[in-house]
């Protein structure tokens, strides 16, 4: 297939690798200019934002949650049969607060709106370094899930058949109004879970305590920041908190 990628941070750069060595075509930009992808490790083309949407079937954004209203005059001129995927996760901390998602309002749908079209959700709910190494055959036991989650079904369908291909089992996670269920705080977020974990931890989720459990993790991470964490005391952590 052919991708366009928006965001050149560890996961976008992750799935570039991913998409190429499955042999799909894939072109990567960055929203502040080509410059600032000098020296990444990516893979694909690198081009110009204002060119990532040229023949492409499927458009990956992997940004900041703030950054999302500064590409929009470029999803204006993404074709309307483009699929685009949102990975993002907002943390207050760095994406400055964001008055209706602090009120309330799902993250997704949120860029959904600043973005001015539908998104899918995937690739928000594991930790990059899962992505990169923890993907597996289809046929190992344990596979790890994701969460996919959009309104349109055929769209959704084309990337949970992606994650599936990338090594990863898929959850369809419901509309992109449900999508809560897999934001910050959450017992199915970056917990690394199998397929029927993962669609029982969506349905435990509590969209109040989310974003309490959420700024915990966090202060555990700046109160201990002379510690180490490694990816498994992360893992472990977040599975601890987001299901207290
Ligand atoms: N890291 C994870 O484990 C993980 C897991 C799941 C989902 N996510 C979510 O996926 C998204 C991407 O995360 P990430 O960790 O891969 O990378 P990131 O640090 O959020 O950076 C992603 C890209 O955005 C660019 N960027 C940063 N600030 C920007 C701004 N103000 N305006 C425009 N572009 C900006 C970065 O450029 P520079 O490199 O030049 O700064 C980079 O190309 C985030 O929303 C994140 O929450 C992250």
């Given at each position: 297939m052919r991708f366009g990628i928006i965001g050149a941070g560890p996961i976008g750069s992750i799935i570039s690798k991913k998409l190429v060595k499955n042999g799909h075509d894939v072109k990567v930009a960055d929203a502040r200019g080509i410059e600032h992808l000098e020296?990444?490790?990516?893979?694909g083309t690198v081009v110009r934002v204002e060119d990532v949407m040229e023949n492409i079937e499927v458009l990956i954004i992997s940004l900041p949650t703030k950054a999302m209203q500064s590409i929009r005059n470029i999803i204006d001129q993404v074709g309307e049969e483009v699929?685009?995927?949102d990975t993002s996760n907002y943390y207050p901390f760095r994406d400055d607060k964001i008055e209706e998602?602090?009120?309330?309002m799902v993250?997704?749908?949120w860029v959904s709106k600043q973005l001015g079209r539908p998104v899918i959700k995937a690739f928000n709910n594991l930790l990059a370094y899962t992505l990169e190494n923890e993907g597996t055959s289809e046929e190992s036991s344990g596979r790890i899930a994701m969460a996919v989650a959009g309104n349109d079904p055929s769209q959704k369908q084309v990337v949970m058949d992606i994650v599936y291909e990338l090594g990863f089992d898929?959850?369809?996670?419901g509309s992109l109004s449900d999508s809560w269920r897999q934001q910050p705080g959450t017992p199915a977020y970056c917990t690394e879970l199998t397929k029927d974990e993962?669609?029982?931890a969506l349905k435990k989720a509590n969209k109040e305590k989310a974003p309490l459990l959420r700024d915990k993790v966090i202060e555990r991470f700046t109160e201990k920041k002379e510690v180490e964490f490694s990816h498994k005391d992360v893992v472990n952590l977040n599975?601890?908190?987001y299901n207290s």
């Amino acid at each position: 297939m052919r991708f366009g990628i928006i965001g050149a941070g560890p996961i976008g750069s992750i799935i570039s690798k991913k998409l190429v060595k499955n042999g799909h075509d894939v072109k990567v930009a960055d929203a502040r200019g080509i410059e600032h992808l000098e020296g990444k490790e990516l893979a694909g083309t690198v081009v110009r934002v204002e060119d990532v949407m040229e023949n492409i079937e499927v458009l990956i954004i992997s940004l900041p949650t703030k950054a999302m209203q500064s590409i929009r005059n470029i999803i204006d001129q993404v074709g309307e049969e483009v699929i685009i995927v949102d990975t993002s996760n907002y943390y207050p901390f760095r994406d400055d607060k964001i008055e209706e998602i602090e009120n309330g309002m799902v993250e997704s749908v949120w860029v959904s709106k600043q973005l001015g079209r539908p998104v899918i959700k995937a690739f928000n709910n594991l930790l990059a370094y899962t992505l990169e190494n923890e993907g597996t055959s289809e046929e190992s036991s344990g596979r790890i899930a994701m969460a996919v989650a959009g309104n349109d079904p055929s769209q959704k369908q084309v990337v949970m058949d992606i994650v599936y291909e990338l090594g990863f089992d898929a959850v369809d996670s419901g509309s992109l109004s449900d999508s809560w269920r897999q934001q910050p705080g959450t017992p199915a977020y970056c917990t690394e879970l199998t397929k029927d974990e993962l669609t029982e931890a969506l349905k435990k989720a509590n969209k109040e305590k989310a974003p309490l459990l959420r700024d915990k993790v966090i202060e555990r991470f700046t109160e201990k920041k002379e510690v180490e964490f490694s990816h498994k005391d992360v893992v472990n952590l977040n599975r601890k908190i987001y299901n207290s």
